[in-house]
């Protein structure tokens, strides 16, 4: 083996190689702690296929659009298996708090049924602008650009351009994980339950994500609507129900001036069109008293 350095109290000092008979011992231990390991997956139904316990494929729910080509008897394994991240990856610490931003106590999480809306930051380039926009008085705070994600049977809930996903509850590291709002309990069971997500991943496919009007806030609004536990709280998602619906109106302000140029238009081809005067004139008192008479039938109406 030659000369090789062996850590001894905490520093590297040149040694000689092990003997053949450590390496072996070293080997035996380390077979038989992966024996230990692979009985233990056994045991958790996570292992290989054994005699009447087949192995559970759950990757589906990563998967883009992976629940909208399941079925509804997938998607209720899914709800009794919900996915859990491995041990070695390191979940951020639960901030638990309610609607109005208020601390409460991590006994709630006991019952069964507990709806979480998970809120992250968008990125760490927000953070702070986010922190200013989201005063604590709900009544005037703008809101900020958060990510939402809801929690129901140990299962988080999420749509995106991948369309609706479940992943372990606070594993996103897409975004920067804020806080878990409480927000009751549902009474509806897991059959139930199975079927309005399944119904959902029909509805909100990632094709048609859309960054303001149609995001992971306004999936999550709706499912803490099916799940009967209240609205979202309305500093999670106000800045892009802001923006979306600002942008709606600049589209309505451009039609009506699309339109009132192309009266216009129409007018000056008409008015430098060579006639006679009279004409003119009697069709527009024409015009005028019809548009009078339908005002008087749509007002008596």
């Known amino acids: ?41 056994s045991l958790l139904g996570l292992g290989e296929e054994t005699s009447g316990t087949p192995k559970l494929d759950l990757d589906f729910a990563t998967k883009p659009d992976g629940i909208r080509k399941s079925s509804v008897e997938d998607v209720l394994m899914l709800l009794k298996h919900p996915p859990a991240s491995p041990w070695y990856v390191p979940r951020d610490p639960q901030a638990l708090m309610n609607a109005v931003k208020e601390p409460v106590p991590r006994s709630v999480l006991q019952s069964s049924g507990v709806v979480l809306v998970h809120v992250y930051h968008i990125s760490e380039a927000v953070r702070r602008p986010n922190t200013v926009l989201s005063f604590s008085s709900d009544a ?29 509850p606070r594993s996103d590291k897409t975004h920067i994980y804020k806080c878990s709002v409480y927000m009751g309990r549902t009474m509806m069971g897991q059959e139930e339950l199975a079927r309005e997500l399944y119904d959902l991943a029909q509805q909100w496919p990632g094709e048609q994500y859309d960054l303001l009007g149609r995001n ?26 802001f923006l979306h619906g600002s942008r709606q109106a600049g589209r309505a302000a451009m039609q009506v001036a699309c339109q009132a140029r192309s009266a216009t238009r129409a007018l000056v081809q008409v008015v430098s069109q060579p006639c006679d005067a009279r004409k003119v004139a009697r069709k527009v008192c024409n015009d005028d008293t019809s548009l009078l008479q339908s005002a008087a039938i749509r007002g008596g109406a």
């Open 1 to 41: 083996f030659g000369s090789r350095y062996w850590l001894e109290q905490s520093a590297f000092v040149p040694c000689a190689p092990p003997k053949l008979s450590a390496l072996s011992a070293h080997r035996t231990q380390m077979l038989q702690l992966t024996e230990l390991v692979e009985q233990g997956w």
């Open 140 to 168: 005037v705070s703008l809101g900020g650009a958060f990510h939402a994600a809801v929690e129901v049977y140990g299962g988080e809930w999420v749509y995106g351009t991948n369309g609706v996903r479940c992943i372990p």
């Open 216 to 241: 992971c806030c306004s999936f999550a609004a709706v499912l803490c609507q099916r799940l009967s536990v209240g609205e979202l709280p309305h500093w999670v998602d106000r800045l892009p129900r």
